[in-house]
């Protein structure tokens, strides 16, 4: 029992220590520059959130214990691993797009505000390419796929900790387009956390959908 509860305030901890570097990060900026500049550079300020975090998460997770929850299962060759990753950059790179053009035809932005993806898209081509295409995708795997999933692993059936770190992914995303696109993006990264048995191939898959979104913002749109 006291190890289900340990468990549950790592998850936790996870999330909160996540949303809180962030927050103090804006809000220091904030008080230092102005809240126009921590407004107008929000991008480049989860960049140094997430540069913090990185670290801190992994030596958390290899503390806890959290970055292999396949260890019993039969491990995969160098070859297959691989293959596994590079399915998943490609369907992310694919997800990505194709959650582009459902967005457009259903006119989701004409119904819900999508303001905090359009300041992150707002920033320059090598800041979004670097926070949002590498550092941001590392950070989020470290913490959703590594520690939230891990402990989540050490108290509850696969299934229900699977679609409870998929659901906090897509709340933690924080408005309704985004949770819209991110719930079944976590369960898809979920998926080849399991084929692959290692971070591996769901932070590859996550960075490609980041960073075709990014280019398809900046060139396309």
């Not at 297959?80 to 457009?104: H, K, P, Q």
């Not at 933690?172 to 399991?194: E, R, S």
Request: glycine share 10%; aromatic share 12%.
């Amino acid at each position: 029992m006291q190890r289900g509860k340990d468990a549950v305030l790592r998850a936790l901890a996870g999330i909160v220590l996540w949303l809180a570097v962030s927050g103090i990060v804006s809000w220091a900026a904030g008080m230092i520059f102005g809240e126009e500049y921590a407004g107008m550079h929000g991008t480049f300020l989860t960049g140094i959130s997430s540069a913090v975090l990185i670290p801190v998460f992994f030596l958390l997770g290899k503390k806890w214990a959290v970055f292999r929850p396949f260890e019993k299962r039969r491990k995969n060759t160098l070859a297959a691993g691989i293959l596994i990753t590079a399915a998943a950059g490609l369907c992310g790179a694919v997800l990505s797009v194709g959650y582009g053009r459902i967005t457009d035809a259903l006119h989701l932005t004409d119904v819900f505000s999508n303001h905090t993806q359009e300041m992150l898209f707002s920033a320059s081509l090598p800041i979004q390419t670097a926070v949002l295409g590498f550092l941001a995708p590392v950070c989020e795997e470290l913490l959703f796929r590594g520690i939230v999933f891990g402990n989540m692993m050490k108290f509850l059936p696969e299934a229900a900790a699977v679609l409870g770190t998929s659901a906090l992914f897509a709340l933690c995303h924080g408005n309704p387009i985004q949770i819209f696109y991110a719930f079944p993006m976590a369960l898809v990264l979920q998926l080849f956390y399991h084929l692959e048995k290692g971070m591996e191939a769901p932070v590859a898959m996550h960075i490609c959908a980041n960073l075709t979104s990014v280019l398809v913002e900046y060139y396309v749109h």
